[in-house]
T-cell receptor, first 112, second 115 residues
């Protein structure tokens, strides 16, 4: 069965650079979620989109923005990267905002 | 306030032992969902189970079993006859009806199963 696809899997950026993370949800899923997991921490909710509209917002820095496109894929844009942004970024998707979101394999971002 | 508490930071067992991972949650919602995820060293989050607040029936799936008790706000996870491949971080998570579909995770329990 198709799963949530995230790209890239690994990304290394320098401080103050910009990064774009992509997420392709499970086919027919219309809701996408982004989570950030710092080293040794639990995942923290960043933002979600339902039918291309932002549906919920968590602890997402102002330097980050995200959107969901007409084909339901989503992108997380991160600017002015800081060392503390180094983390595992997960995307998850669900159908109609239903519970039980399925997670992608994550993008490991390292800021040096 | 921490809504999901996993008091056990690390657990170490020997293969074939049974192990229980504790999860205590806090919510004012009457409708909510509880989850367990497994995060192996490779990093992905693997969905294990979802339980809604109206279903207190315990569930068994192979060597895994879950005990949901609303009276104590607990959703504990037991692995029977543990195996080395069970070594991972396990997260309990809560989704509240009033908070949309976002998940609030506990801090995780690192389980190490030694041969």
């Amino acid at each position: 069965a198709a799963g949530v696809i995230q790209s890239p899997r690994h990304l290394i950026k320098e401080k103050r650079e910009t990064a774009t993370l992509k997420c392709y949800p499970i086919p027919r899923h219309d809701t996408v979620y982004w989570y950030q997991q710092g080293p040794g921490q639990d995942p923290q909710f960043l933002i979600s989109f339902y039918e291309k509209m932002q549906s919920d917002k968590g602890s997402i820095p102002d330097r980050f923005s995200a959107q969901q496109f007409s084909d339901y894929h989503s992108e997380l844009n991160m600017s002015s990267l800081e060392l503390g942004d180094s983390a595992l970024y997960f995307c998850a998707s669900s159908l109609g905002g239903a519970t039980g979101a399925f997670f992608g394999q994550g993008t490991r971002l390292t800021v040096v | 306030a921490q809504k999901v508490t996993q008091a056990q930071t690390e657990i170490s067992v020997v293969e074939k032992e049974d192990v229980t991972l504790d999860c205590v949650y806090e919510t004012r919602d009457t409708t909510y969902y509880l989850f367990w995820y497994k995060q192996p060293p490779s990093g992905e989050l693997v969905f294990l189970i979802r339980r809604n607040s109206f279903d207190e029936q315990n569930e068994i799936s192979g060597r895994y079993s879950w005990n949901f008790q609303k009276s104590t706000s607990s959703f504990n996870f037991t692995i029977t006859a543990s195996q080395v491949v069970d070594s991972a971080v396990y997260f309990c998570a809560l989704e509240e009806e009033t908070s949309g579909s976002r998940l609030t995770f506990g801090e995780g329990t690192q389980l190490t199963v030694n041969p």
